[in-house]
T-cell receptor
């Protein structure tokens, strides 16, 4: 079963709100990812966690704050967002066996975020 | 020049047609090649995964990689209206195994 779940499916928030996106996988994957996807564009990598530690931060503004409480869960905390942050936020996971393995990434359904 | 080039389409075909989707790339270090299908407002779904050069077949789908030409293809046989989606190619090298490089996606429309 290659399932990554994300909640909520939709989120509308004001620029002063604080909210969180959640992602969960039970495949034993040790790498988890946050992507941002705008309409008609490919996913853009934001953060990567490997073995629950942040390994890649793609120069994302501090109003986005990731957290990996354990190997199955990934959160993205949102604060003081801008309307241009409205997008589909995708979570993904991968086994992380080794660089030369056939690991690849499996995506969740996404959270559609609208910032007013 | 982008690392991965993909025609955004849309590509419109009648039901039953053979569809060819393609990507070109510039980084000769890419070794792992993927095709994802993304329905509107949904997350990408992994369709095919290929390592290095060669062909891989799975049902109606065939993935081809030609590393000498830096060109990858996805063929869909007997296309169905349910195949209407955006198809994203993605690839990575041996070291960047946590970072996929995506094409822009090709939107496919299969009409009944």
């Amino acid at each position: 079963d290659t399932e990554v779940t994300q909640t909520p499916k939709h989120l509308v928030m004001g620029m002063t709100n604080k909210k969180s996106l959640k992602c969960e996988q039970h495949m034993g994957h040790r790498a988890m990812y946050w992507y941002k996807q705008k309409a008609k564009k490919p996913p853009e990598l934001m953060f990567v966690y490997s073995y629950e530690k942040l390994s890649i931060n793609e120069s994302v503004p501090s109003r986005f704050s990731p957290e990996c409480p354990n190997s199955s869960l990934l959160n993205l905390h949102l604060h003081a967002l801008q309307p241009e942050d409205s997008a589909l936020y995708l979570c993904a996971s991968s086994p992380l066996s080794s660089p030369s393995s056939t690991d690849t990434q499996y995506f969740g359904p996404g959270t559609r975020l609208t910032v007013l | 020049q982008k690392e991965v080039e993909q025609d955004p389409g849309p590509l419109s075909v009648p039901e039953g047609a053979i569809v060819s989707l393609n990507c070109t790339y510039s980084n000769s270090a890419f070794q792992y090649f993927m095709w994802y299908r993304q329905y509107s407002r949904k997350g990408p779904e992994l369709l095919m995964y290929t390592y290095s050069s060669g062909n891989k077949e799975d049902g109606r789908f065939t993935a081809q990689v030609d590393k000498s030409s830096k060109y990858i293809s996805l063929f869909i046989r007997d296309s169905q209206p349910s195949d209407s989606a955006t198809y994203l190619c993605a690839m990575r090298d041996e070291t960047g195994f946590q970072k996929l490089v995506f094409g822009t996606g090709t939107r496919l429309l299969v009409s009944p």
